[in-house]
């Protein structure tokens, strides 16, 4: 017998229809689980994942903490806000290491003494703090880390800037909002984000506030989660005048107030 152990690693469960979801869950449960060589690691988004259902039948799928365990939760380790220089420093870690790797080999070495992130940081970017205005701008997702870094090394480009300035960031970051959040946004959602805006940071000069722990499955929250419009900072805060009541605590995206 072979000594050898099986990974299967899915991306993006989420992507699957969401009522055949419970059924490939159901198949892994029976086909896969049993085997103790094989390990089975899923990547999926906590609102558009159904890992379980009730069938004529009875239930099928994964139930959680019996079949299968949650591992880290993802937005919740990249928050920025909890240990911004930890943070940062990942990120530079990680753009470094994405532009090394489309590069030819040792190409930011031999050019641009660039070894590390924190080279790439001090030949980039005018100073430190304007790299950790690009990680808070962030929001704890790589995407628009990349996204964002790429829109502001053009804009200071174009404004004959040899290196990234806390101006090209804001701007880029605010021109990513508008290109990849705020055009899908509904009619609904978008007046709906804007009735958050003003009230948070027009009226309460915040950028977080709280929202009780039973609203976080609303359909509206949910869509703006998913759109990376809210990001979840943390669950089930208890707040001393309101004893036995649980809150969420979310804060908007840097994008939807860089202007204000």
Not at 20 to 38: C, W
Not at 42 to 56: D, G, H, K, M
Not at 162 to 185: C, G, H, M, P
Request: include cysteine; proline fraction near 3%.
């Amino acid at each position: 017998m072979a000594e050898t152990r099986l990974y299967i690693l899915i991306d993006e469960w989420a992507s699957l229809p969401r009522d055949l979801q419970p059924y490939l869950a159901e198949f892994f449960k029976k086909g896969v689980l049993p085997i103790q060589r094989v390990t089975i690691k899923i990547s999926a988004l906590e609102y558009r994942c159904q890992f379980s259902s009730e069938t004529p039948i009875g239930a099928i799928g994964f139930e959680l903490g019996a079949d299968i365990s949650t591992a880290t939760d993802l937005d919740d380790y990249f928050v920025f806000d909890r240990n911004p220089q930890k943070i940062a420093s990942l990120y530079s870690d990680i753009l470094f290491r994405h532009i090394d790797n489309e590069s030819p080999k040792e190409y930011l070495k031999h050019q641009y003494m660039m070894t590390s992130g924190e080279t790439l940081i001090s030949q980039m970017f005018t100073e430190q703090k304007t790299f950790v205005e690009l990680a808070r701008a962030s929001e704890g997702v790589i995407r628009d880390l990349i996204n964002i870094f790429s829109m502001s090394f053009f804009n200071a480009q174009k404004r004959d800037r040899n290196k990234i300035d806390k101006k090209a960031v804001t701007e880029s970051a605010r021109q990513w909002f508008e290109k990849d959040k705020a055009q899908y946004l509904t009619d609904h959602l978008g007046d709906l984000l804007q009735r958050i805006v003003a009230d948070v940071i027009g009226s309460k000069k915040a950028r977080s506030f709280l929202l009780r722990r039973n609203l976080e499955k609303h359909t509206d929250i949910q869509k703006l989660f998913d759109s990376r419009i809210l990001h979840l900072m943390q669950r089930g805060y208890a707040d001393k005048d309101n004893p036995g009541v649980r809150y969420n605590i979310y804060s908007i995206d840097y994008g939807t107030y860089v202007d204000l």
